[in-house]
């Protein structure tokens, strides 16, 4: 049995709040059942120096925890941040990229800040499948303004966590079963159901080929769940 009661295959309640941030261009709550994220999008009219003149944009993230989104305080990150958040930043930039027409953003930039307010497990996957709605958000007021044609983003984009707890595979992991997981993993998958990133570590005992397809199998409906979240909260 699992810490909460659910089924191997059952995410934790899912919601998504858009327009939280009041002067953010886009803004989202994701909650992924006790790890809530606050997700903003912040729009500058040009891009990193090295991409000027290029004429397509870039989309960039930051990402962080308050002191008392964890268990116990832990400390700002004031001045470099820690591996760990500059590992979630790249996965959470990439996947967005992955799934958004840079070119039709014009030489502009997206800043994608995810905030984790309150931390369960799952934070990363939580976040990037937030931003995603910030980032649409962002597009849909950029083309309210007319500073584009079309809206650049291709697709959906979602993030889920997968494990193996006491010798089974389970779906969106919390704290308690991703502190003892024998195997932990991270899925970001698109819409169409392409794979943008995949994440998994063993811990304390190696995972098989079978094993991995079967987190994948979970991961992909876990997906499918949250890009129809995705898709409420932006008709909503």
Sequence with gaps: ???????????????????????????????????????????????????????????????????????????????????????????????LRAVTNLQAMGERQITLDCDVLQADGGTRTAAITGAWVALHDCLKWMRGRSMIK??????????????????????DLDYAEDSSAHTDGNFVITGSGGLVEVQATAEGAVFSEAELTTLLGLARGGVNLLVELQKQAIES
């Design 1 to 95: 049995m699992r810490p909460s009661h659910r089924a191997p295959d059952v995410m934790r309640p899912v919601s998504m709040q858009r327009n939280v941030a009041r002067y953010a261009e886009g803004s989202c709550l994701v909650k992924f059942g006790e790890t809530h994220v606050l997700c903003t999008a912040s729009l500058e009219d040009k891009p990193p120096m090295w991409l000027r003149g290029q004429g397509k944009g870039w989309i960039t993230a930051e990402y962080s925890m308050l002191p008392r989104a964890t268990h116990t305080r832990t400390r700002r990150e004031t001045s470099k941040p820690s591996g760990r958040t500059q590992e979630i930043q790249r996965l959470i930039g990439r996947s």
């Design 150 to 171: 079309d809206m650049p983003i291709k697709e959906h984009v979602a993030a889920v966590s997968c494990g193996i707890y006491r010798g089974v595979p389970v779906l």
